[in-house]
């Protein structure tokens, strides 16, 4: 009798600490909220790949760099589903021919720059079965030319991710693959994707990590091999690469609760992400942030700019944007319309109101709205018996100014034509739109000087793959040269851009009649 005992008391520890079966039920489905920590330290302190049956797992110091709140939702508040229905020609029963599709959504929280190109609110869409969870469309915003886009791809195979129920053995392939054709868009890019995905269930057992410990998981080795083709304006170019992650998972949690990704670079799985369920904790904010287009320009159409921001910052439950006009926002990821070219320092502020007192982090960039058709320009003819200002936009106001009278508005010089009753040295204020500026102070009078001859400096070859030269008009004297990136940073001081990576640069000529700034293209 006593053996019979050991036996049944042997036989209940199994069922309790026995390997698991985890079901569609226990995934996550919608307003299924998580707190996920992540981290890219100290990754090698950790063997990831050792496994087995009844195993013990740990990993309690793992370090938290970041912190994330995934959230599951309904695919029909994605924002995506009137994009997908019309891409699809479901023009009268959308509705329908969506809810079959999808029934789960989760939003990326991170947007990205690709090629000059935002893409934003990027959101995947699921279709959750008691037999499988699939991924079979993303949704996303792009923004090109300064124009918001909604962008919808669905998979020509379906991404399946996971087979249910998961069990301890399962060994199974499942193929995949979707294509972008940006042509549509005017953009002369196609990317194509290709993917095998491998799920073996090798292990089973208790996992230690910072949040706790977990008696009951199982280990899943997911191989996903990508084959990648673009073509653009050179032709097609492939590369093919192996990611291999490892995820632990508890039937009490709705989302593995330990996930560990690299990449696989000459036969050896390098770990470079991991994830797992936490609490939320006071971390250090960063406040990280891009825009496109990157050099903006001023539309003569809109008599605007408009740029579209995208953040990567982390630890963050704020936003908190200033874009250098007096504009503000707390979106993730605003565009923002500038209505004068010129320069602007952009101001993001990272806010962890979790922690008390609340931790910020700014980070700041200058944004160069250029004027490339001078569609504002501040330049004025001189001849022997008036000043002209160049410019003539519908709706420009003018008022001319004596400089020698500490820029004295001229009573009735309110004409785009100014004829000087005497010598002396005279500016005008010009305000089109929303934009006003003061012209340079001008000699009257001066050397006559035509219509037709330029009133601007011009830098030749451009573009150029070195040395820059100059032609100025008459009366211009060049005294200094400054060379600015696209960030707005002085890179040099000359007109030998030699030394300079390939690229667009600003080149800020200052002359005795003023400043002038010139896009330069660099071979």
Not at 399 to 418: E, R, T
Not at 497 to 521: I, M, P, R, W
Request: net charge negative; aromatic share 10%.
């Amino acid at each position: 009798m006593k053996h019979l005992y050991l036996f049944l008391a042997c036989l209940g520890l199994t069922s309790v600490f026995g390997q698991i079966t985890y079901t569609s039920s226990n995934f996550a489905g919608i307003g299924a909220t998580t707190i996920l920590s992540s981290t890219q330290l100290n990754t090698a302190a950790y063997d990831f790949t050792q496994t087995g049956t009844n195993y013990a797992w740990n990993y309690p110091l793992l370090d938290v760099t970041s912190q994330d709140t995934q959230v599951w939702s309904d695919p029909n508040n994605s924002g995506y589903k009137t994009s997908w229905c019309f891409t699809n020609g479901y023009i009268f029963n959308c509705n329908s021919n969506f809810n079959s599709q999808f029934n789960l959504a989760l939003a990326q929280r991170d947007g990205a720059i690709l090629g000059g190109y935002g893409l934003t609110n990027i959101v995947s869409h699921y279709q959750k079965t008691n037999a499988a969870l699939t991924n079979k469309m993303f949704g996303a915003q792009m923004t090109a030319g300064g124009n918001i886009i909604p962008v919808t791809v669905s998979y020509t195979v379906p991404d399946q991710e996971y087979n249910f129920p998961i069990q301890y053995n399962d060994n199974y392939t499942n193929p995949s693959s979707f294509t972008i054709d940006l042509n549509s868009l005017g953009i002369p890019v196609i990317y194509q994707t290709d993917n095998q995905r491998t799920n073996v269930v090798e292990g089973w057992g208790s996992l230690v990590t910072p949040y706790g410990t977990f008696a009951n998981t199982l280990k899943m080795k997911t191989t996903i091999v990508s084959n990648v083709t673009i073509t653009g304006d050179a032709g097609p170019t492939s590369s093919v690469q192996t990611t291999i992650s490892y995820k632990w998972f508890d039937q009490q949690y709705r989302v593995p609760v330990l996930e560990v990704t690299g990449n696989e670079i000459n036969g050896l799985w390098v770990p470079a992400q991991i994830t797992y369920v936490d609490i939320q904790r006071c971390l250090q904010p960063t406040a990280m942030f891009g825009y496109v287009p990157v050099l903006p320009d001023y539309d003569p159409a809109t008599l605007s700019a408009p740029v579209s921001f995208i953040t990567s910052a982390q630890n963050y439950q704020q936003l908190q944007w200033n874009f250098g006009d007096g504009g503000t926002s707390t979106s993730q990821n605003p565009t923002h319309t500038y209505q004068c070219p010129g320069v602007y320092t952009v101001t993001l502020s990272a806010i962890n109101t979790f922690c008390v007192p609340s931790v910020t982090e700014q980070m700041s960039l200058n944004v160069v709205v250029t004027d490339s058709q001078n569609v504002l320009s501040n330049a004025v003819v001189v001849t022997n018996t008036e000043l002209t200002a160049e410019r003539t936009n519908p709706g420009t106001t003018y008022q001319w100014l004596d400089c020698n009278m500490n820029n004295a508005p001229i009573a009735g010089a309110v004409g785009q034509i100014y004829v000087p009753a005497g010598p002396g040295q005279y500016a005008v204020a010009l305000t089109t739109g929303n934009c006003s500026s003061v012209s340079d102070c001008y000699d009257f009078p001066t050397l006559s000087t035509s219509h037709h001859e330029f009133s601007q400096p011009r830098l030749y070859p451009n573009p150029t793959k070195g040395v820059l030269h100059i032609e100025l008009p008459v009366n211009n004297q060049l005294n200094s040269v400054r060379v600015l990136d696209i960030l707005g940073q002085e890179v040099a001081q000359s007109l030998n851009l030699s030394a300079l990576a390939k690229g667009l640069y600003l080149v800020e000529l200052h002359t005795n009649q003023g400043t002038f700034t010139l896009k330069v293209l660099k071979e």
